[in-house]
């Protein structure tokens, strides 16, 4: 990925983020019921939270313990990549 489209994509996420923070906020001000989701694409979850990783950014720990959602397709796949993981590691 070139720097001008790593920059455009950068942009361009965090106006996803900002625009959903706005929607959460407009909600709670006109007494709607918070919504208890958001959706995004997991590549920019997986880009902030490794970078947030990366930067040792005390707020990720708060969220440790906090239980998401991802589809059963990926999980399968990530329960795959652990044994491969674990059995290198072990090898």
Request: aromatic share 4%; charged share 30%.
């Amino acid at each position: 990925m070139t720097s001008l489209t790593a920059r455009h994509q950068s942009k361009s996420d965090s106006t996803d983020l900002k625009q959903a923070r706005r929607e959460m906020e407009l909600d709670r001000m006109a007494g709607l019921e918070t919504p208890k989701t958001v959706s995004l694409p997991l590549a920019q979850v997986a880009r902030l939270l490794i970078e947030a990783g990366q930067s040792n950014r005390t707020w990720l720990m708060d969220f440790a313990d906090d239980v998401v959602r991802i589809d059963s397709d990926l999980y399968d796949v990530l329960l795959a990549y652990q044994d491969l993981s674990n059995d290198l590691r072990t090898a």
